[in-house]
């Protein structure tokens, strides 16, 4: 049985009904195992709950501005896990990933202004753009046999002269894909030729499935030798990887500090400043969280190899293996279900429906939970496309 391979850290996870979790109060009371919003059951790291009690114990909770040990720590942990040199002061805190491209349309886009971004692709780069009153320029990406590609003329072809802003998934969401570096660089000439700045959000960058086993790392979009490589404004945080989506800590960074100076008067007021307990956990993950981390990486690879196993033996589901994330990326368009989402949800398995991302007919489903729990999952998908 694949719970038998299962790391003890990862082989169960608190139960977070009742606790206001978006994840699980979705289909409450009902026998719908979620496996949608892009976070994780596990609990975080002990390194990072002991710093968040340390800050606890500190007790006060007054406005917070970035501690002096928040951004050396992201610097530590750049140049440690990606080989990218930046300055401390090269970095300003953010409440989240989201907020920080929203700031961005506003930041260096105008009214009516077109945002580049691959499809299809996680909700808030579709939507964001016209919240701001800016145009979103859809460009999909190409499904190659194992994997998602760019589709270099596509990409030519959508550019206009109102366009300021190439927003990347860097690794890409919902696809798993890690862009390598001539990719990086062909982006960043054709960003250069048509005057874009590049936001890459590189949330996922901790995440890589195979870089352990010979597999590709990831390269910032900003370390990159070029100069619209050094415009760049990167987004990280440690949500993602350690689990920590509720302390609401990102971080933007950017060799044009000039930016940053505007960034939370770009807000207009609505950005809100980063609650210590964030800061706190923030910190602790990047600075202890690397053996946690590569424990975690090895039972999303499990997971995977479980979830590609039930796809390939399931009629008319396809997927490429996902190299990044936790995310598996299925194309439902052959197995005859006019709405596959629907079909999982009477099968019992919250997926998160293709058609947010700019593509019906596809599911994502999350594998960060205890094996058991993704074992019953897939036995629902099996259920759900079964003849
Ligand atoms: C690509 C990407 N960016 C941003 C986010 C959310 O970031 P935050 O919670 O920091 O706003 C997610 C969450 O799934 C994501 O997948």
Not at 371 to 378: M, Q
Request: hydrophobic fraction near 40%.
């Amino acid at each position: 049985m694949p719970g038998s391979q299962v790391d003890p850290l990862f082989a169960t996870a608190p139960d977070r009904r009742g606790t206001g979790s978006e994840k699980w109060d979705r289909w409450a009371g009902h026998d719908v195992i979620p496996t949608w919003v892009a976070d994780m059951d596990f609990a975080a790291p002990e390194v990072v709950l002991d710093a968040i009690r340390d800050r606890v114990a500190h007790g006060v909770f007054g406005y917070t501005d970035m501690p002096p040990g928040f951004a050396p720590a992201l610097a530590e942990h750049l140049e440690r896990r990606h080989g990218w040199t930046i300055e401390p002061d090269w970095v300003t805190s953010v409440p989240g990933v989201v907020n920080g491209l929203a700031i961005t349309a506003r930041l260096l886009a105008g009214a009516g202004d077109g945002i580049i971004t691959f499809t299809p692709v996680y909700p808030p780069f579709l939507s964001l753009p016209p919240l701001a009153g800016r145009e979103c320029i859809r460009v999909p990406l190409s499904q190659a046999a194992n994997r998602w590609t760019i589709d270099w003329d596509r990409l030519e072809a959508s550019v206009t002269p109102r366009t300021k802003l190439f927003w990347l998934c860097h690794p890409h969401n919902p696809t798993g894909t890690v862009f390598r570096e001539p990719d990086l660089l062909r982006i960043a000439e054709f960003a250069a030729r048509h005057g874009l700045t590049v936001i890459s959000d590189e949330i996922w960058s901790d995440l890589l499935l195979d870089e352990e086993h010979g597999g590709p790392r990831h390269v910032p979009f900003a370390s990159l030798d070029h100069d619209k490589a050094h415009n760049a404004i990167t987004l990280v945080a440690p949500s993602k990887t350690w689990n920590l989506a509720g302390l609401g800590c990102a971080a933007a960074v950017t060799r044009e500090v000039s930016l940053l100076k505007k960034w939370r008067p770009t807000g207009g007021g609505l950005v809100p400043m980063i609650n210590p307990l964030g800061y706190a956990a923030a910190e602790a993950a990047w600075r202890h969280g690397d053996h946690w981390r590569r424990r975690l990486v090895a039972v999303l690879r499990r997971h995977r190899e479980l979830v590609l196993e039930t796809v390939a033996a399931l009629p008319g589901l396809t997927c490429a293996t996902p190299e990044a994330t936790y995310l598996v990326w299925i194309d439902c368009r052959q197995a005859g279900r006019a709405d596959p989402q629907a079909a999982c949800e009477a099968a019992g398995i919250g997926t998160s429906d293709g058609k947010d991302f700019g593509f019906p007919g596809f599911i994502r489903l999350n594998t960060a939970c205890p094996t058991d729990r993704l074992v019953e999952i897939l036995h629902r998908l099996a259920r759900a496309f079964s003849q």
